[in-house]
């Protein structure tokens, strides 16, 4: 996988965007299912990778490459719009961090319906 994020070239990145639809400054998306073979995935899978640059005093890892941190995710989604699929993807795992975050708490012993 990083070998195929390497070779992605520069204008097959595009520009990311927020849940408001407004540019992500620094952070740029782009699709790798031409570039890995992903045999034992369903048919339809594929394999989106957004790049950007850490916040401000972030320690960058081993894995980071030229300034830029990288996550890729699967979805079966066909939404042609890249940007707009990476972004409803980061917001999915908002909520599900919310609500891992919120079962640590204790939250799952009160009592609601």
Same mark, same amino acid.
């Given at each position: 996988? /990083?070998?195929?994020? *390497?070779?992605? %070239?520069?204008?097959?990145?595009?520009?990311? $965007?927020?849940?408001?639809? %407004?540019?992500?400054?620094?952070?740029? $998306?782009?699709?790798? %299912?031409?570039?890995?073979? *992903?045999?034992?995935?369903? =048919?339809? =899978? !594929? *394999?989106?990778?957004?790049?950007?640059?850490?916040?401000?005093?972030?320690?960058? %890892? &081993?894995?980071?490459?030229?300034?830029? !941190? &990288?996550?890729?995710?699967?979805?079966?989604?066909?939404?042609?719009?890249? #940007?707009?699929?990476? #972004?409803?993807?980061?917001?999915? #795992?908002? $909520?599900?961090?919310?609500?891992?975050?919120? /079962?640590?708490?204790?939250?799952?012993? *009160?009592? &609601? !319906?």
């Amino acid at each position: 996988m /990083r070998e195929a994020i *390497l070779a992605a %070239s520069e204008g097959a990145w595009a520009q990311a $965007v927020a849940q408001d639809g %407004s540019e992500r400054e620094g952070a740029q $998306v782009c699709e790798l %299912s031409g570039a890995l073979a *992903l045999p034992r995935w369903p =048919t339809g =899978t !594929r *394999l989106i990778c957004r790049r950007e640059r850490p916040h401000p005093g972030a320690q960058l %890892s &081993f894995t980071d490459h030229d300034g830029h !941190r &990288f996550q890729c995710f699967i979805t079966d989604q066909e939404d042609s719009d890249i #940007a707009a699929l990476e #972004a409803r993807h980061r917001q999915h #795992a908002r $909520v599900e961090d919310r609500i891992r975050c919120a /079962r640590d708490t204790g939250l799952q012993n *009160l009592p &609601f !319906r």
